[in-house]
């Protein structure tokens, strides 16, 4: 926000330099961005009339001026020849300086003497919008009335004083104006707010209610419209003083009716719009939600969608206006208007927000409504508009307000103990003193003892509990004069949860078998299922879609880390790396229904992923056993099964007390060809959310052993079909508890077995804990174990 300090004034007596101003400021909360001096590269310019010109008599293109700059007669030459006897025009002499470092030094030009320069606007660095013909070629000719001769010529353009930039946060809309920061200012240095004194004179003779109306047909949207009528119009350039605020506030001067609803904005924070009300069908105005297809041609001349969810100003027969955005073309002011309607209203913020946003259409208005603005304001601006165009003799105000305010607004009143708000602040002071800080501020207060009774004034709309109550007080009291305490209280000692342990302890556990962890976007392509072979009425195939999508390669959320880990591991082969070892914990999105009506589950998953020499299908089961281990999954069931991108005869579905919780395998070289990859690749995937809320295992102390161990090993051949898993579980079943551990480590198939079978060599280990095993019962158990063999798998022992 560009605070003109010379504007400022009007309202607040400012007895400090413009440094200590912007230090209060600050501390008390109004954070100066900048500090800008206005003209502060010219120096030593003034107003001078010119008394004579005569033609150089050695050079045909060169005059001689004779200047007056009130203390003394200059004598400057010039190659413009716009200028005559009488006119008043910038001169900078000797010693002065000019933008982009310029120095004006006495000299001569063909023998004659030139004691300064006459500018230009150019040389000034001036447009046509800061002064009258300053776009112009040629020297600058001021006009007469403005100026004086011998004065400094930043007082005749406007460019001299500060402005002040102030960071205005989005909960205080209040300060996006001048009287807003008056009134901060005001508080801050602890002196007098002075408001304008807005009297509006009703010189015609007319009543409003017989030239216009207005209807607010959706009132969620539209809290209050206000408006006047203006007879009799003269549309004219604005004064040199209203013109010269606007720029100095960053508004470009237009014409004295827009310039004046400009004015009056940056004045009071209240944005306003005036339409020819002859183009007004009916001289009705209706604010409403637009109609599916309807289009409006904006004053930037741009012809803008409308939909159902945007607000927009309409007379009887089409629309005229995007409410709190921009005006229509098509009730624009221009040069013939004569008759206009000024509106003053306050709109829905988020729906101000959202239309903006859907337009790509942002403006001065837009941005102060979307911050919410004070419903109670819009008839005070509107009398200051019209007290600005009786002032500036712009039109003839016609009698009357038309103000539609359907639920008026109501002060929030707050009750809070002063001892409540001292021990917030860790300050001690008395209700009083309370009371004169946030009277300062517009607050209305009444001290009951040590309870504080405060009507929030309604252009405080942030201020909602002791909270926002103690913020203002310890600003006004000075932040610097809080005092420095060190915290009291208990304190706490914050950890990790079981989960968030468990997950370290795996990451740790994946690390030390040399895998590294990799972190991969949850946006896949769409067409991964069919990549990975993912059969039609898979649930994998459900994918979410993004509506905004990067591109089409991260437009649906995957299903399955697998295609993820098999990028990462193709990318490090194309890179030359011969052995890697992958893993990644994220989690897979699947829609509990399509289309979504609402969030989809959200599953945690591991995924693991090796390659290269030494790797193979029993090196990956080694690594997810490790987590088994971890996770207490006590007897993992293998079935030889999996998803198509798996190798059939090389994978496996792993399940636990009959639930499948993965799958591991070597990928199918149909999927491993899209990756332009020959090489055998081992990747699992797991559900760990399953995992993760397995019981706790918890341990226990073993003693050790007392009696020996006795080992046996036993070499069956059977069929191609059977599971080594049949073979275990008939082992403990028979051998009971005098099994302590069974070892496959040998698996035969060659010229010595018969087509069809293979050779299984197991190490089982017996032992009790209360006697020692003789060889003659190890014997009986090894006997019963071979007939239930041999009953049940058609087991043979090999010889």
């Known amino acids: 926000m560009l605070v003109p300090i010379n504007w400022l004034k009007d309202y607040v007596d400012i007895d400090c330099d413009i440094r200590e101003f912007a230090e ?99 040389e000034l660095q001036l447009t046509e919008d800061d002064y009258p013909g300053a776009g112009q070629k040629g020297i600058l000719v001021l006009e007469g009335e403005d100026c004086k001769v011998g004065q400094d010529i930043k007082e005749v ?60 047909e959706d ?55 005036a339409f020819d009300l002859d183009k007004i069908e009916g001289r009705k105005i209706v604010v409403r939600r637009a109609r599916e297809g309807e289009t ?14 945007m607000l927009v100003i309409a007379d009887e027969q089409k629309t005229i206006g995007l409410a709190g955005i921009m005006g229509g073309l098509n009730t624009q002011i221009t040069e013939d208007t004569v008759n206009i309607l000024l509106e003053s209203a306050t709109f829905e913020k988020t729906n101000i927000r959202l239309s903006s946003k859907k337009l790509g259409l942002r403006t001065e208005a837009s941005s102060r409504f979307e911050k919410g603005l004070d419903a109670n304001m819009t008839v005070s601006a509107l009398d200051r508009a019209a007290q600005l165009i009786n002032q500036l003799s712009a039109g003839s105000v016609v009698r009357g307000i038309i103000d539609v305010y359907p639920n008026p607004k109501k002060n929030r009143v707050l009750k809070v103990q002063a001892d409540s708000i001292n021990r917030l602040l860790g300050i001690d002071i008395t209700p009083e003193e309370m009371s004169k800080y946030l009277s300062r501020l517009g607050f209305v207060v009444e001290a009951k003892g040590g309870q504080l009774v405060i009507q929030v004034p309604s252009f405080r709309d942030d201020i909602e509990g002791i909270a926002d109550i ?77 509506h905004n999508p990067l591109g089409e390669d991260q437009s649906a959320m995957r299903t399955s880390l697998v295609y993820s880990m098999l990028e990462v591991m193709a990318r490090n082969i194309n890179r030359n790396i011969t052995q890697g070892g992958f893993f990644e914990i994220s989690n897979v999105f699947l829609p509990k229904e399509l289309p979504m009506k609402q969030l989809p589950h959200e599953i945690l998953n591991l995924c693991v992923g090796i390659y290269g020499p030494g790797t193979d299908f029993f090196r990956l089961k080694g690594v997810i056993h490790s987590v088994f281990s971890l996770l207490n999954v006590q007897n993992p069931v293998y079935e030889a099964k999996a998803s198509p991108y798996y190798h059939p005869g090389r994978s496996a579905v792993i399940y636990n007390d009959g639930t499948a919780i993965g799958e591991i395998g070597e990928i199918h070289p ?110 009986k158990i090894e006997a019963k174990i071979l007939k239930a063999l041999e009953e049940e798998l058609a087991a043979k022992l090999r010889s």
């Open 24 to 122: 209060k400021m600050t501390m008390s909360g109004n954070n100066v961005e900048a500090v800008n001096k206005l003209g502060e590269e010219i120096r030593g310019v003034v107003v001078g009339k010119i008394l004579s010109v005569e033609r150089h008599a050695n050079a045909d293109k060169l005059l001689v001026c004779q200047v007056d700059i009130g203390s003394r007669v200059l004598q400057i030459v010039t190659g413009a020849n716009n200028v005559k006897e009488g006119d008043c025009v910038p001169v900078a002499v000797h010693g002065s300086s000019l933008p982009n470092g310029i120095k004006i030094k006495k000299s001569k030009l063909r023998g004659v003497v030139s004691e300064g320069m006459l500018c230009s606007g150019q």
């Open 157 to 216: 353009l406007g460019i001299d004083g500060y402005v002040v930039d102030f960071e205005i946060t989005p909960n205080r809309p209040d300060c996006l104006s001048i009287i807003g920061m008056a009134r901060e200012t005001a508080a801050t240095l602890a002196t007098e707010l002075k408001l304008p004194d807005v009297r509006v004179v009703e010189n015609s003779q007319k009543e409003i209610q017989d030239l216009a109306s207005v209807v607010i």
């Open 219 to 273: 009132s969620d949207l539209c809290f209050r419209y206000s408006s006047r009528v203006i007879e009799n119009v003269r549309i004219q350039p604005s004064p040199k003083w209203l013109r010269n605020r606007l720029k100095q506030a960053g508004v470009r001067p237009i014409n004295n009716i827009v310039d004046i609803t400009n004015y009056v904005m940056l004045e009071y924070g209240q944005p306003m719009h």
């Open 296 to 309: 409006l041609v904006t004053l930037d001349n741009q012809e803008r969608p409308l939909d159902k969810d």
């Open 470 to 546: 103690g913020e203002e007080v310890a600003r006004m009291y000075g932040y610097d004069n809080i005092p420095a305490t060190l915290i009291t209280g208990s304190a706490s000692v914050g950890g990790k949860t079981h989960t968030q342990r468990l997950m370290d302890r795996l990451k740790d556990v994946l690390s030390i078998q040399g895998l590294y962890e990799i972190a991969t976007y949850s946006f896949v392509s769409p067409k991964t299922v069919d990549i990975l072979r993912i059969p039609e009425g898979d649930k994998r195939r459900n994918m979410v879609r993004l």
């Open 670 to 779: 149909a999927v491993t060809e899209k990756f332009d990859i020959d090489e055998r690749l081992y990747v699992a995937e797991l559900d760990l959310s399953y995992l993760l809320a397995l019981p706790v295992k918890r341990k226990k102390y073993k003693p050790l052993p007392k009696f020996p161990a006795v080992t046996r090993d036993l070499a069956l051949i059977v069929s191609d079909e059977v599971r080594a898993l049949d073979i275990q579980n008939i082992i403990y079943q028979i051998g009971g508890e005098l099994i302590e551990s069974i070892t496959l480590f040998d698996v035969y198939k060659g010229a010595q077995i018969e087509k069809g079978k293979k050779s299984m060599a197991y190490s089982i280990t017996y032992r009790s804990d209360k006697e020692t095993l003789t060889d003659d019962r190890v014997n």
